[in-house]
């Protein structure tokens, strides 16, 4: 059985686990290297952008996690697409920059401004799928080889490039496993 990492330091990454065990792979929280190490994939899950990076580099992971996104598949939705993304128009912190793509934080407004609509998924028969906007970063550019794979409205809000899949949404907040599964199993 496969090991999913879902990276422990701070936003939903419970659900993301149960979704992961729903599916049936193992899923193993990752709070440090050694336990990275042990998984064949990752889900870094919302949160707060620049408190991740704070933590990331508080428990030296960051060199870990560039290396597992290099050679292993990575699904980072919300802050975990800011985290993967190679530049982030509205902030000067370092990323991990492992998806050529140019994001903005925040770009759907504040907390209060939080939503759930229809995204139109480009990979599934069917293809609308109700997703949840949380103080959402905005896909501005996707550049080099990266597919943009779901929109809102005209909005890019889902890509993946190689071993790397992000959302700008929150999939772990709906019932529908559909985004989790087709990262489980098309991205090995």
């Known amino acids: 059985m496969a090991v999913i990492g879902v990276l ?4 939903d990454f419970e ?3 149960i979704i992961v065990q729903k599916l049936g792979f193992e899923a193993r ?8 190490k042990q998984c064949e994939r990752l889900i870094i899950p919302g949160g707060e952008s620049t408190t991740f990076l704070k933590l990331i580099d508080r428990l030296n992971l960051r060199d870990e996690l560039k290396t597992f996104g290099k050679t292993k598949p990575v699904f980072g939705t919300c802050a975990g697409l800011i985290i993967l993304a190679d530049k982030v128009e509205n902030d000067s912190f370092d990323t991990l920059g492992l998806i050529d793509i140019s994001v903005s934080r925040n770009a759907y407004g504040r ?6 609509d229809t995204v139109k998924l480009g990979f599934d028969k069917d293809n609308t799928f ?13 550049h080099g080889s990266v597919k943009p794979l779901a929109y809102h409205n005209d909005d890019i809000v889902m890509a993946a490039n190689g071993n790397i899949l992000v959302a700008s949404f929150h999939p772990e907040l709906t019932d529908d496993l559909r985004i989790h599964d087709f990262f489980l199993n098309h991205f090995s």
């Open 15 to 17: 659900k993301h686990a």
């Open 111 to 116: 907390q209060i401004d939080s939503f759930c």
């Open 29 to 36: 929280l990752v709070k440090d290297a050694k336990s990275l």
């Open 130 to 142: 109700e997703a949840f906007f949380i103080r959402a970063p905005k896909i501005l550019e996707c």
């Open 8 to 11: 422990a330091l701070q936003g």
